[in-house]
């Protein structure tokens, strides 16, 4: 599943960046996730919470940013906001447009508990 292997590399960022006896203070880490970048939250959530449950970060929770797509015309350059699947301007009609934003995948903040 695309979300757990997303979900370990959660954890793997999270171990470099907080010291092993702080890890039970980790209260949020704040996402953004991108419409095309092909994750479903839900599972996302599910997967990460079954990770760390019984670990010293099962207290972590995690806070998902959604980053809508939007790409620009290569032939007007007109900013287009998309909706998932649907590629073209929508000022001139154009598919010949390059995606903007919407792909991201990344950890925003690691929030610790003081
Ligand atoms: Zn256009």
Redesign the pocket.
């Known amino acids: 599943m695309h979300e757990m292997s997303v979900a370990k590399n959660i954890l793997d960022i999270v171990h470099e960046h907080v010291q092993s006896e702080d890890e039970n203070r980790v209260r949020s880490i704040i996402l953004k996730i991108g419409e095309m970048s092909g994750i479903v939250c839900d599972s996302l959530e599910f997967c990460f919470s079954s990770l760390v449950h019984n670990t010293p970060l099962g207290g972590a929770k995690l806070f998902i940013q959604t980053i809508p797509i939007s790409a620009e015309?290569?032939?007007?350059?007109?900013n287009?906001r998309l909706e998932y699947g649907i590629f073209?301007?929508?000022?001139?009609?154009?598919s010949?447009?390059k995606i903007i934003s919407g792909r991201e995948l990344q950890i925003v903040q690691i929030e610790l508990e003081d």
Do not use: G, L, P, R
């Not at 015309?73 to 007109?78: A, E, I, R, S």
């Open positions: 015309c290569n032939f007007c350059n007109y287009s073209f301007c929508e000022k001139c009609h154009s010949d447009i």
